[in-house]
Structures are given as structure tokens and as C-alpha cells.
């Protein structure tokens, strides 16, 4: 089993970039490149509402904990859950200052509603496999909060969803040891990207020229 140094570490929520491109993910995380959208804003302003640091809360049966701060030796991965909920349970694991036994379960928040792809179900598995390798305990399920829709979804943690976190990983680490930004082709998802005229400049220049002569004709 590989264990991997902390200094080696890539960041979890790098997964969901990785997983929509992975030019994205190697532009942001090797290349250090970014610019906002729209899409990213709200993200951001959505996580800051979300997250506050290290706050716990006590509701009945449940300890409700925020802005947690995770890591995994085995994957190589640290980050933050949005939200984590400490569930009473007999088969659970004790956690300091708090009676009895707790089984925790990560509430991610996400913009928009839920995705036709992966990526959300591949971070939130990611920040499972943490939790499980920190507390030492066996986690079936988590939640993903739609800001769009205004629920929750109940996501079962499946041994398919591990398997395709442990291959991106491996994937993700080869790559940015090698310090290597791949080529893709392009598509629809393009147009959503934030980083869309740094990918595509030449592109994206012609389309805003094009755009700009269009609009001028329709004056």
C-alpha cells in the first residue's frame, strides 16, 4: 500500500475539476491558473455561508461539525468538509469531549442541482475514505446539498465510486509529479469553464470578434 508523504498531498476538491477535465484540473492545480465565472462565485459565496471553521453543534442525537479539516495517508489527498454529521450509533466511534458513539456522515454544498456526471459523487466518496481512514470506521452514505433545489440528496457510497476516486488519484499524482497539462478535445462543457480564455484564447478571442460583428450587424 502506497503511503504518501504530507508534503505530497493534492487537495481533495481537486477531484470534481479532475474528474469534468482534466486540463482544468492540471491548469489549476500545476499551473496555478484561475479565473472566476459566474458558476465560481456562487460556489464561493455559497462555502463561506457554509463554512465556519471548526463550529460544533449539539442536536439532540446528531453533532453537527463544520468546516472539518481531513486528510488520507493512503490517497494523498487533504481538504475540508463542508459539513460533517456525528450520528448516536452503538456501532459508531467515540470522539473526544462527547459521550456514547457516533457514526459520521459528510453533507457536501454544492451550486446548481444535481449533476448527469460523477464529479460530485467521486468528491464526496473522496471525503468518505478520509473519514474512514482517520476515525477507523466503516462509512455507507453521505449527502450532497443542491443550493438550486434546496435538498439534500442522499448519496450511497458505493465500491465502484472507491474504485474510480482510487484510479483518478493515481492518475492525478502521476501527473503532477511529471508536472504534465494534457491536450483535450473540446466540446459543450467548454462553454460552462472558467477557464475557458486561458484554455482556448485563440478560440474564445475569435468567438468574442464574432459576436461583436454579429451584434453590430443586428444594430
Not at 472539518?68 to 463542508?82: K, V
Not at 508536472?179 to 473540446?186: G, M
Request: net charge neutral; charged share 25%.
Amino acid at each position: 500500500m502506497t503511503v504518501y508523504k504530507e508534503e505530497d498531498y493534492l487537495l481533495l476538491s481537486g477531484i470534481q475539476h479532475f474528474n469534468f477535465c482534466r486540463r482544468q484540473w492540471a491548469l489549476i492545480h500545476i499551473e496555478q491558473q484561475w479565473e472566476e465565472n459566474v458558476r465560481t462565485v456562487e460556489g464561493n459565496h455559497l462555502h463561506k455561508r457554509v463554512n465556519q471553521p471548526m463550529i460544533r453543534e449539539k442536536r439532540g442525537n446528531k453533532l453537527v461539525v463544520r468546516a472539518l479539516p481531513i486528510h488520507s495517508q493512503e490517497l494523498g489527498i487533504t481538504g475540508i468538509c463542508d459539513v460533517v454529521e456525528f450520528i448516536q450509533d452503538p456501532i459508531g466511534v467515540s470522539l473526544a469531549g462527547e459521550e456514547g458513539f457516533y457514526l459520521p456522515f459528510p453533507v457536501e454544498y454544492k451550486r446548481g442541482k444535481p449533476k448527469k456526471d460523477d464529479s460530485d459523487i467521486s468528491q464526496l466518496t473522496a471525503q468518505v475514505m478520509c473519514l474512514e481512514e482517520m476515525l477507523v470506521c466503516d462509512i455507507e452514505k453521505g449527502y450532497i446539498f443542491y443550493d438550486a433545489i434546496k435538498h439534500r440528496v442522499e448519496v450511497p457510497i458505493t465500491l465502484d465510486s472507491r474504485e474510480k476516486v482510487k484510479k483518478s488519484l493515481v492518475e492525478m499524482h502521476q501527473m503532477f509529479q511529471r508536472n504534465y497539462t494534457p491536450k483535450v478535445k473540446t466540446g459543450p462543457h467548454c462553454q460552462s469553464c472558467s477557464l475557458q480564455h486561458i484554455c482556448l484564447p485563440e478560440i474564445m478571442n475569435k468567438k468574442s470578434v464574432l459576436t461583436y460583428i454579429e451584434g453590430r450587424l443586428r444594430e
